[in-house]
């Protein structure tokens, strides 16, 4: 779940220090503690200080590298790699931009860019975890997996300096993936071409009369306003019996639009809520009156791919009564993360708050667990993941090396979700639908009567 600020909201003491630390020669004892600049004297006074002596093991360590190193480095690359190794160890969704991973990201949150179609998490052995391929993308159409991973591109071992950099392209260029999955002996190849991602992320139609369907992919700056066409466009032949929303594989994005999604269903009541260590990082968002599907029932189906942005709007609408929640465990991810442009056009995405849904529960590392249970359609089909785990490997945000740890995690009775393809759950999300219908009408009968 992301969130964009200017980096003057956040006063990052160890963040703008950093460009202090590249100096060749160490500070000198009476240097002063290095802090965040601030035009706000009471906050400077305040602000956090960088411990003058880690200071000094760093630029020796800095020192060290320049001067004996097998091979010459440049300063950029050494600063680069120092700050990326800062932020490593925080948890997986904390990450440094250079300026054209910022572009990229930003383009990918508006819907639009060049590439295979895939979200992806970087792990610390420096393989890409598939979190979801994007429907009808390049990644999709070869069959790409949520918990595949991505170990070679080109037959070239992924290195930290590009990441996935390289999976970007000019469209019609092509790209080979060398793939680990599990229950495949072998790694193995998929060629695929680079398109002009365009992601309509939201998409629906008619499963009966009176029962629609709408599948949000992403949550992106457009999600909320064609999440209100699509509904209206399933309405114009009459009032809606029931929706199903399907989430599956929806690795989230931004915060706003999974609120205004939410605020279109639900007439009153919380919707989420933010907390972290900095005020800033607080916030609680409120549905406002109206619904937009004038109380019609509402199944949520979810799977292990469900993450973040889709895991908040699962929540708010089952938390609050509106929706029953049909599927699999979801992912667990239940932070936020604050996206702080850097004045050379990097940025720095870090991990500022965690969120709660409005009963109050963080599914940080313990996801949503659904109302009705769907199994896959094959029968021994097991979650896809990196980490292997009572023999199974799954996907989930509590086997992630460095995760935060969750307030129910190690729960009794915790088990990963499955990823669910297919229509099969739709058609079970569709059965689930039609029996809250049926009660909600009996229930107005005989309050008639």
């Known amino acids: 779940m992301l969130q964009r600020l200017p980096l003057a909201l956040l006063t990052v003491a160890l963040l703008a220090a950093l460009p202090v630390w590249a100096q060749q020669q160490a500070p000198s004892p009476e240097t002063p503690p290095v ?76 819907g639009a860019y060049e590439g295979i179609g895939v979200e992806l998490m970087q792990q610390p052995d420096r393989t890409l975890l598939v979190v979801s391929p994007i429907d009808d993308t390049p990644a999709a159409k070869a069959g790409i997996k949520s918990g595949d991973l991505i170990t070679a591109i080109d037959g070239k071992p992924i290195s930290a300096e590009d990441g996935m950099e390289p999976l970007r392209g000019v469209p019609g260029s092509k790209i080979v993936l060398t793939i680990v999955r599990d229950g495949t002996p072998k790694p193995f190849d998929v060629p695929l071409t680079r398109e002009t991602i365009r992601v309509n992320s939201v998409a629906s139609r008619m499963l009966e009369p009176g029962y629609g369907y709408v599948r949000i992919k992403a949550f992106q700056t457009d999600t909320a306003a064609e999440f209100q066409r699509q509904i209206d466009k399933l309405q114009q032949g009459g009032k809606l019996r029931g929706l199903v ?34 005020s800033i990082s607080d916030s609680k968002f409120d549905a406002t009156p109206g619904d937009r599907l004038n109380g019609a029932p509402v199944v949520v189906l979810v799977d292990a791919g469900s993450a973040s942005a889709s895991e908040v709007l699962a929540g708010a609408l089952r938390d609050n009564g509106r929706a029953r929640v049909v599927g699999s465990r979801t992912f667990g991810k239940g932070s936020v993360q604050t996206v702080l442009p850097l004045d ?85 999300a569709l059965v689930e639908l039609k029996k809250v219908a049926s009660t909600a009408r009996a229930s107005s009968d005989k309050q008639l009567r």
């Open 35 to 110: 802090v965040a600049p601030s035009d706000d004297p009471d906050a400077a006074e305040n602000a956090p200080k960088v411990p003058l002596e880690e200071i000094r093991r760093y630029v020796a360590v800095f020192n060290a590298v320049k001067e004996a190193y097998v091979e010459p480095v440049e300063d950029e690359k050494l600063m680069q790699s120092a700050i990326r190794g800062l932020l490593l160890d925080l948890d997986p969704h904390s990450t440094y931009f250079d300026k054209a991973d910022s572009e990229a990201f930003d383009e990918q949150a508006n």
């Open 245 to 278: 929303l399907d989430l599956r594989s929806n690795p989230g994005g931004l915060l706003l639009a999974a609120v205004q999604v939410a605020d279109d269903l639900l007439d009153k009541g919380n919707i989420v809520s933010t907390r972290g260590r900095m």
């Open 344 to 428: 050379n056009g990097d940025s720095v995405k870090l991990t500022t708050a965690r969120y709660y849904t409005p009963s109050g529960k963080s599914i940080q590392a313990s996801g949503i667990v659904p109302d009705v249970v769907v199994k896959p359609e094959v029968a021994d089909a097991k979650p896809g993941s990196v980490v292997e785990q009572d023999g199974q490997l799954y996907i989930t945000e509590a086997t992630l090396p460095g995760h935060l740890r969750g307030d129910e995690e190690g729960a009794a009775g915790y088990a990963p979700g499955d990823v669910l393809d297919g229509d099969a759950p739709i058609n079970a």
